[in-house]
């Protein structure tokens, strides 16, 4: 494995460290690149253990997000987000949850009102037909 190089003011846990020759020594190969592996994990987190497709990380991020906002939220919390989440994405306006989503995905709005409904723990509180365009 490449000797790495870390600063000091981000030390490096000696589990890590140790996972990390782990990975290298399974691979087999002293230049392997551990990341690959970490892609791995990645999609087997992502699609095999929660069925949500890896090739679209700001999706798979947005699901899981909400899938923690759900299981931290209290009830009137929840409600409340639900709520505001569902009303935005029935506006068909550009609402201020929609306006950033709209930066973040380039000026796209299906996009953006697409990852406010994934960011519904239960993305059956919102039906397909809002989604259509008037």
Do not use: Y
């Not at 069925?51 to 923690?68: M, N, P, Y």
């Not at 380039?106 to 039906?127: C, Q, T, V």
Request: charged share 30%; net charge neutral.
């Amino acid at each position: 494995m490449t000797a790495l190089s870390v600063p000091s003011s981000r030390p490096f846990d000696d589990r890590k460290a140790d996972v990390l020759r782990k990975v290298s020594r399974t691979l087999g190969d002293p230049e392997a690149q551990p990341m690959l592996v970490g892609a791995f994990a990645r999609d087997v987190w992502f699609w095999h253990l929660n069925g949500i497709e890896t090739g679209d990380l700001q999706r798979a991020g947005a699901v899981l997000l909400g899938r923690d906002m759900a299981a931290i939220a209290g009830k009137e919390t929840r409600a409340e987000v639900v709520a505001r989440l569902v009303a935005e994405i029935r506006s068909h306006s550009r609402c201020p949850l929609t306006q950033e989503l709209m930066r973040q995905t380039k000026g796209d709005f299906l996009r953006a009102r697409e990852l406010m409904r994934d960011l519904l723990a239960d993305p059956a509180e919102i039906s397909p037909e809002d989604f259509l365009a008037k």
